[in-house]
Structures are given as structure tokens and as C-alpha cells.
């Protein structure tokens, strides 16, 4: 299996902040990759794909970018409704793997 | 605007099996380019893939390894359905379990609400 691995597990950041996540791959990914965001007891919703395309609907202060092993989720501007917890998953190839979440929270 | 409706028992008791429901509306089951899945959520797990089932002039089934011995994943074309099935299970198997569709067999787009299922005697 592909493993993908997130960082940070947590960060706290203030509004108006720019917040970056990054999510690496134990294999090239080529840019098979989305992001998702999961508010606590909601499924998770799809944000990003195909690294950094912008999901119909997604306000544009979410953005992707990577290719290969290395992804980077930007929240450019941190607004109080992004409190959530935020997930990489590749696929590139089966069984889809996630990674294992970055929570986000306000200072 | 594609719904996702998952029904299911919340318990279920070990070596049992597992059995989920999710009632697709503004899709369809059969259609060509979707797919449609399963995936669970625990703390000791976090999000965990478990299979797809999809039609391209017959069905197909792609498997986790770690479950692929003991699940089954179909669907009722009548009833714009499918279903997911987890025998054998241990406490190990409670989670929160999401059904999903994939368009273009790549990224899940809309997702059911969850369900949580305790695997307990």
C-alpha cells in the first residue's frame, strides 16, 4: 500500500492567517491527489483534486499544489469556519490511502 | 444534486456479520463513469478505504487487502442501491462507516452521512 504522511498533526492560527499542510507519499503520486475537509461528527467534503483543481463550490482560499511525492494544502487567509481537520488521499493507485489528518484550529 | 442515504443496524455482535445500506438519489447505480464505495473512520485507524463496486457493461469489484477475504460489496439496479457486507467481525471492526461516490474513478465527491456500527456482544 501507499503510505501518505501528513504534517502537522495540528496547527493553531490565527484569522486572516495563511495555513499550509503538506502531505508526502511513500511513491510517485504523479498528481493523483485530493484533499478533504471533515468537521467533527460530518463526512468528510472533497476541496481539492488532481493536487489543485478547486472543487465546484470551494471558496478560492483553499489551494494545491505538488506533483510526484510532495503536496501542500494553502488556506491563504484562515477564517473561522475552516475549523476542521483536513486529509490527503492519494489515488494513484489501490487500496486508497489517506493521511492521518491535520487538525486546524484558531488561536 | 447526488444523496447519499446509508441505513444499517449500529450493532452488531462479534463474528457476526456487518450488513450497510446506501440509497443513491440524482444518480445512478449503473451509470459509466462513477463508482460507488465504502469507507470506515476509527480513531486507531483514521480513514480506511475498504472497496468500490462500479458497472462497465458488467460489475466490478476492487478490494482492500485487509478486508478483501471477508467483504462484499454490490448493488440493486431496481433499487438504485448497494451495499456493503463485513462477515466475521471483531470489536476491531467499530468505526464509522461512510459510503461514497467516485466520479471518474478517482476522487469521492459526495459522500452518505455515516454510520456508526459497535461491533459488541
Known amino acids: 500500500d501507499i503510505q501518505v504522511t501528513q504534517s502537522p498533526s495540528s496547527v493553531s492560527a490565527s484569522v486572516g492567517d495563511r495555513v499550509t499542510i503538506t502531505c508526502r507519499a511513500s511513491?510517485?503520486?504523479?498528481?493523483?491527489v485530493a484533499w478533504y475537509q471533515q468537521k467533527p461528527g460530518r463526512a468528510p467534503t472533497l476541496l481539492i483534486y488532481?493536487?489543485?483543481r478547486l472543487q465546484s463550490g470551494v471558496p478560492s482560499r483553499f489551494g494545491g499544489s505538488g506533483s510526484g511525492t510532495d503536496f501542500t494544502l494553502t488556506i491563504s487567509s484562515l477564517q473561522p469556519e475552516d475549523c476542521a481537520t483536513y486529509y490527503c488521499?492519494?489515488?494513484?493507485?489501490?487500496?486508497?490511502?489517506f493521511g492521518q489528518g491535520t487538525k486546524v484550529e484558531i488561536k | 444534486q447526488v444523496e447519499l442515504q446509508q441505513s444499517g443496524p449500529g450493532l452488531v455482535k462479534p463474528s457476526q456479520t456487518l450488513s450497510l445500506t446506501c440509497a443513491i438519489s440524482?444518480?445512478?447505480?449503473?451509470?459509466?463513469?462513477?463508482?460507488w464505495n465504502w469507507i470506515r473512520q476509527s480513531p486507531s485507524r483514521g480513514l480506511e478505504w475498504l472497496g468500490r463496486?462500479?458497472?462497465?457493461?458488467?460489475?466490478?469489484?476492487q478490494y482492500a487487502p485487509s478486508v478483501t477475504s471477508r467483504i462484499v460489496i454490490n448493488a440493486d439496479t431496481s433499487k438504485n442501491e448497494f451495499f456493503l457486507q463485513l462477515e466475521s467481525v471483531t470489536p476491531e471492526d467499530t468505526a464509522v462507516y461512510f459510503c461514497?461516490?467516485?466520479?471518474?474513478?478517482?476522487?469521492?465527491?459526495?459522500w452518505g452521512q455515516g454510520t456508526l456500527v459497535t461491533v459488541s456482544s
Open positions: 488521499q492519494q489515488a494513484n493507485s489501490f487500496p486508497r490511502t
Open positions: 511513491q510517485d503520486l504523479d498528481n493523483w
Open positions: 463496486t462500479y458497472y462497465r457493461s458488467r460489475w466490478y469489484w
Open positions: 461514497a461516490r467516485d466520479y471518474g474513478g478517482k476522487y469521492l465527491d459526495f
Open positions: 440524482g444518480d445512478s447505480v449503473s451509470g459509466d463513469i462513477v463508482a
Open positions: 488532481a493536487a489543485s
